[in-house]
């Protein structure tokens, strides 16, 4: 990556993440059970038999009732956990319980890694991916580690759709050739469909 994308990068990160850490936690709590609203109306979402969501951290679109409401509803749930912090490596994890998330990771709640858990990206219907901000093609801007871009590299984009609150949404995102667009964004306010060649 250059000098100059990486910049611009962290000055997007940066203008983002402090305008998302703004956002009262009940706030939070009503935007993210109104994107789940329409999740749920979402025919992909009432196809899908295994669904990738992420354990919320921070700011981030809340997923914890999403999650307990997809286990009820007899879905297998996976979520991201990543090994240890020199093991550039995300695997997705089955989940039966919130609580049997107990380990952190950059901060990050996640499930214990064992083979028996680990569901090959093939056998996932759907996958929800975080971000600081996205722009209307579907491009994201994370935390900067790159473990989502990676393991999106293979994975069909018309399965991932993006989880943000509308103010988190911009027309154009500083990108690189390795950053990987979602199918849907999906906000407070809107859905955004992207056309996407991935």
């Keep these: 990556m250059s000098v100059y994308l990486e910049s611009e990068k962290r000055k997007a990160r ?35 038999k295994t669904v990738m969501f992420y354990l919320s951290y921070g700011s981030e679109v809340v997923t914890d009732s999403m999650i307990n409401f997809a286990i009820k509803e007899g879905k297998t749930v996976v979520v991201p956990a990543i090994k240890n912090y020199r093991n550039r490596s995300m695997y997705a994890v089955k989940i039966s ?34 971000g600081i901000a996205f722009d209307v093609e579907g491009y994201r801007i994370g935390y900067g580690k790159g ?3 990676r393991w999106l590299e293979s994975v069909a984009s018309e399965k991932t759709i993006g989880l943000s609150y509308d103010f988190q949404i911009t027309d154009k995102l500083p990108i690189g050739k390795y950053d990987i667009p979602v199918s849907i964004i999906i906000t407070e306010k809107r859905i955004i469909k992207v056309r996407v060649a991935h």
Excluded at 16 to 32: C, D, G, H, M, W
């Design 14 to 48: 940066y203008e983002f993440l402090t305008l998302r850490n703004k956002i009262e936690p009940v706030l939070a709590a009503a935007y993210s059970a109104d994107i789940f609203a329409e999740i749920k109306k979402l025919s992909v979402y009432k196809k899908a």
């Design 97 to 130: 319980k919130l609580k049997n998330a107990c380990q952190v990771v950059y901060g990050i709640r996640q499930p214990e890694i064992n083979a028996d858990g680990i569901v090959e990206k093939d056998n996932i219907d759907l996958i929800f991916v975080p």
């Design 147 to 149: 473990y989502y871009d």
